[in-house]
Nanobody, 115 residues
Framework: QAQLVESGGGLVQAGGSLRLSCAAS????????MGWYRQAPGKERELVAT???????NYAESVKGRFTISRENARNTVYLQMNSLKTEDSAVYYC?????????WGRGTLDTVAS
C-alpha cells in the first residue's frame, strides 16, 4: 500500500527553524515531482515548494529565501528546511508526490510558529 510518511513538524518560536521530511513508500516508480503544500485556518491549501526528479525547484513567493526544498531520488524522499519562520507560516503542511501514473498526499503535519 503506497503512502507518504511525514515527520519533523512541531512548535517553534518566530525566527526559528524546522525541517520536514516525507518519504513515499510502497510505490513502483520514482516520483517525478515531490513537494509541500500548506493550509492555514480559514484559508485554502496553497503550494509552498516543489522539486522535480531533475532538481528543478519552485517556491511560493512568500517563502523564497527562507525555505529550501531538496530530495533523495533513490528513496523518494523530500525535505523542507524552513528558516526564519514567521507566525504566518503556521499551518498544516502536506507532502505531495506524483510519479508516472500515480499521485498521493500525506496526512499532514501541524507546524506552529509562536511570536
Amino acid at each position: 500500500q503506497a503512502q507518504l510518511v511525514e515527520s519533523g513538524g512541531g512548535l517553534v518560536q518566530a525566527g526559528g527553524s524546522l525541517r520536514l521530511s516525507c518519504a513515499a513508500s510502497g510505490v513502483t516508480s520514482s516520483a517525478n515531482v515531490m513537494g509541500w503544500y500548506r493550509q492555514a485556518p480559514g484559508k485554502e491549501r496553497e503550494l509552498v515548494a516543489t522539486i522535480t526528479w531533475g532538481g528543478n525547484v519552485n517556491y511560493a513567493e512568500s517563502v523564497k529565501g527562507r525555505f529550501t526544498i531538496s530530495r533523495e531520488n533513490a528513496r523518494n524522499t523530500v525535505y523542507l528546511q524552513m528558516n526564519s519562520l514567521k507566525t504566518e507560516d503556521s499551518a498544516v503542511y502536506y507532502c505531495r508526490a506524483t510519479g508516472y501514473g500515480w499521485g498521493y498526499w500525506g496526512r499532514g503535519t501541524l507546524d506552529t510558529v509562536a511570536s
